[in-house]
Each structure stands twice: as structure tokens, then as C-alpha cells.
């Protein structure tokens, strides 16, 4: 299985809403990532999980909160979000985070819309 | 810091025609060089990637890049166009030191004509 999936594909939420973004992968993968892309933008890292540890955070505002539950599950959860915050979410893994050479895998992604 | 540049946000071509997109990168250090494509509303797919060892890597779908450390280069090519080739592509540098951090390009959107 070399697969990384995302739930749900789609989601609108309002500015109020708590809404949460999975993503699971069952590679034995030991790195997880979270990454926003704009329309017409390439992908920009949120956050890295290096054996669900919080390895790094690219100065992410707090109304983006991951959770890592185990080494196959990755969340990422909204709270408050701004219509700017609207983007594709892709979440990817890799053997080993410290392994710069090793390939990222991603998911589909999920399309958000902040009304 | 390293730092990606790919030329040309838009490439077009005839099916059956050499496919050349290209990507220059800053590095202080020996990079790890990779190509991925991202279909539409799709996520990304690895293309190839360049650690160390031969300089001509080969990937998938018919793609190979040569890694040239004279020129700073990584130019994506296939000799012969296909219309399911039609992405977008995304030349990525990682960050050797520390935990992997991929530095993107700002992608090549690659058009191809009947």
C-alpha cells in the first residue's frame, strides 16, 4: 500500500465552525507533513511530524492545530478560520524526516472554503 | 537557504514533441533534487529524484533529468509529448540538514496541442 488518504475532499466551514482534516497512511512511514497550496501556487509546508513529535512548525497562526495520534494518523484541526485560509491541503509522509533524500508521498488533499 | 527557479510558468507543445522544462536551483551544499507533477485537483505525484550517483536520472511515465552541477540545472525532458501529460510540474529542492524541508518551485504548467 503506497497510498497516503485524505478525508474529507471537500469542506466548506464558516469562520465560526471547529472543523478537523485526517490523514492516513500505512507505509510504515515515520514522517508526516502538512502542506497549504494556493490556486496557481506550489505547496508551502505547515508542519512536520518526525515519530509523532511536532518537529516543525513554519510559524503557522493558532487557529491551525496538528495532532498526531500514532504514526499512521495525522490531523489537522480549524478553528476560526479566515476566508483567506481557503486552499488545498496536502498532507504527505516519508520514511524518515531526517532523511532529506527520501521521497515525499502525498495525498489528494483537502479543498477548504472559509465562507 | 536553497531556493528553486523554474523558468517559463506556462510550456506548450505539439503531442510528440520533446518536452523540456526547466529548473535551476541555489544550494551551498550538494542538493536532492526532485520533479514531481500534480494533476488537476489531484496531489502530487513523484516524477523522479536526483540523491547522488549517475547525473541522468530516469522516472516515471517516459521522463529523465539531468543533474548539472556546472550549470545549477535540473531540466525535465521526455522526448515525445503525450496528451495525458498535460499538469502541472514542480522542480523541488530539500534541505539537507535537519529535518526534510522541500523548497518548490513556483511550478511549469505544461500545455500539450493535438
Not at chain 1, 68 to 95: G, I, K, R
Amino acid at each position: 500500500d503506497t497510498e497516503v488518504t485524505q478525508t474529507p475532499k471537500h469542506l466548506v466551514m464558516g469562520m465560526t465552525n471547529k472543523k478537523s482534516l485526517k490523514c492516513e497512511q500505512h507505509m510504515g512511514h515515520r514522517a508526516m507533513y502538512w502542506y497549504k497550496q494556493k490556486a496557481k501556487k506550489p505547496p508551502e509546508l505547515m508542519f512536520v511530524y518526525s515519530y509523532e513529535k511536532l518537529s516543525i512548525n513554519e510559524s503557522v497562526p493558532s487557529r491551525f492545530s496538528p495532532e498526531c495520534p500514532n504514526s499512521s494518523l495525522l490531523n489537522l484541526h480549524l478553528h476560526a478560520l479566515q476566508p483567506e485560509d481557503s486552499a488545498l491541503y496536502l498532507c504527505a509522509s516519508s520514511q524518515e524526516g531526517r532523511s532529506s533524500y527520501n521521497e515525499q508521498f502525498f495525498g489528494p488533499g483537502t479543498r477548504l472554503t472559509v465562507l | 537557504a536553497q531556493s528553486v527557479t523554474q523558468l517559463g510558468s506556462h510550456v506548450s507543445v505539439s503531442e510528440g514533441a520533446l518536452v523540456l522544462l526547466r529548473c535551476n536551483y541555489s544550494s551551498s551544499v550538494p542538493p536532492y533534487l526532485f520533479w514531481y507533477v500534480q494533476y488537476p485537483n489531484q496531489g502530487l505525484q513523484l516524477l523522479l529524484k536526483y540523491t547522488t550517483g549517475a547525473t541522468l536520472v530516469k522516472g516515471i511515465n517516459g521522463f529523465e533529468a539531468e543533474f548539472k552541477k556546472s550549470e545549477t540545472s535540473f531540466h525535465l525532458t521526455k522526448p515525445s509529448a503525450h496528451m495525458s501529460d498535460a499538469a502541472e510540474y514542480f522542480c523541488a529542492v530539500s534541505e539537507g540538514t535537519g529535518f526534510q524541508k522541500l523548497v518548490f518551485g513556483t511550478g511549469t504548467r505544461l500545455l500539450v496541442s493535438p
